[in-house]
């Protein structure tokens, strides 16, 4: 596997992921499963977002990622 520039390195991926106005905010963000193995690896991802308390759902190739520690009702 090729290693990936500094600036596409997992640390700085996730940091950038949740610099983002809806990550800040409690929001919702969703990111592709392939970028999100490509860059930082599931097992990785799945610990940070374990570690921040935030839970994450998969759906049709996506990570949706609920960027605060209420619970998920699903309604339908």
Known sequence: MTRMP???????WVS???S?????EGGVIRRK??????F??????LLEMK????????NAGQF??????EPIRRVA
Do not use: K
């Open 6 to 12: 500094a600036y596409l390195s997992p640390d700085h």
């Open 40 to 45: 930082v690896g599931r097992e990785p991802f």
């Open 51 to 58: 570690r921040r308390g935030f839970p994450v759902v998969e």
């Open 16 to 18: 950038h992921l949740f």
């Open 33 to 38: 499963v392939r970028d999100v193995e490509r």
């Open 64 to 69: 949706v990622i609920f960027c605060n520690r």
């Open 20 to 24: 983002s106005q809806a990550a800040r």
